[in-house]
């Protein structure tokens, strides 16, 4: 398969992510709505004996030594890793490269639509009764970061805060990880492929920017992203050839017959004009 044109990605993935930041910027929700769906996965956590954000927040917040690395890998690697891994399969895997661009884009889309219509107060901004510390706030003098998500210090105002459920950093990584794994040569990058999602979901919890079921619900969304895939993929194919048809085959798909014998329904091609004399025939 021939590998797509490098700058008609680079701009179809710059508006993409271009239209997913307006639209986690627009879809900020109500406060109290917010801090309602929060409370409410929490309570569903703790029914379900899933809270695990709790203890690790503890322990990040007590072990600066697993909290600041765990603040720097959530304010960085979500944006390095994944289009690292996006220009290595257009790269070296230029076969796989249009279905996994795909899949990816239309998970993000699907995300933006849970931060829509279910915006979610992340474990730090709830009431401290709950107990939970902002370890980015905590240790925001070790980083570029201030008190608001992983924006650097002063524009805290231009990200939505209550975009948690699902959560796309464990989605993202997901994504980043099948694509090591399967298409990794190396044993390092497999195990790489493997350890990523895994790290990311501990991060994401630990920092108490995400519960557990915003986790599962990142893995639903790329789960369901991988599903639509192959339809997108086929309607674009249609829009772009213009749902022109390829012409129809031969009847007798290149096989030839014996002389006097005819395929049924093959048109008999007019009669050459034939100079032997009859009796000669």
Request: hydrophobic share 50%.
């Amino acid at each position: 398969m021939r590998r797509p044109r490098w700058w008609t990605e680079l701009i179809l993935i710059a508006a993409v992510y271009a239209a997913y930041s307006c639209g986690r910027l627009l879809a900020r929700g109500d406060r109290t709505a917010a801090v309602d769906h929060g409370l409410a996965v929490l309570r569903a956590e703790e029914t379900l004996g899933l809270d695990l954000e709790h203890a690790l927040n503890r322990l990040f917040t007590a072990t600066p030594a697993l909290g600041i690395p765990a603040d720097f890998a959530y304010a960085s690697l979500h944006y390095l890793v994944t289009p690292a891994v996006l220009v290595w399969l257009f790269r070296r895997r230029p076969a796989a490269y249009r279905a996994a661009r795909t899949w990816l884009m239309l998970s993000t889309l699907l995300g933006l639509a849970g931060f829509t219509l279910l915006p979610t107060c992340p474990p730090r901004l709830l009431d401290p009764a709950h107990g939970f510390v902002d370890t980015m706030a905590q240790f925001s003098a070790y980083g570029w970061w201030g008190g608001e998500a992983s924006a650097p210090r002063g524009l805290g105002g231009l990200t939505n805060q209550y975009a948690a459920m699902p959560s796309l950093h464990v989605g993202w990584a997901l994504w980043c990880g099948v694509m090591l794994w399967r298409y990794g040569r190396s044993p390092l990058v497999k195990s790489l492929g493997v350890a990523y999602p895994l790290l990311t979901a501990l991060v994401v919890m630990g920092t108490a920017n995400h519960y557990f079921l915003d986790a599962v619900a990142g893995v639903a969304v790329m789960g369901a992203g991988l599903l639509l895939a192959p339809y997108a993929m086929r309607l674009t194919d249609r829009v772009i050839t213009g749902g022109s048809r390829q012409s129809a085959p031969l009847v007798s798909g290149g096989w030839e017959t014996s002389a006097g014998e005819r395929i049924p329904g093959q048109r008999s091609a007019p009669a050459a004009a034939d100079d032997t004399p009859a009796s000669a025939r």
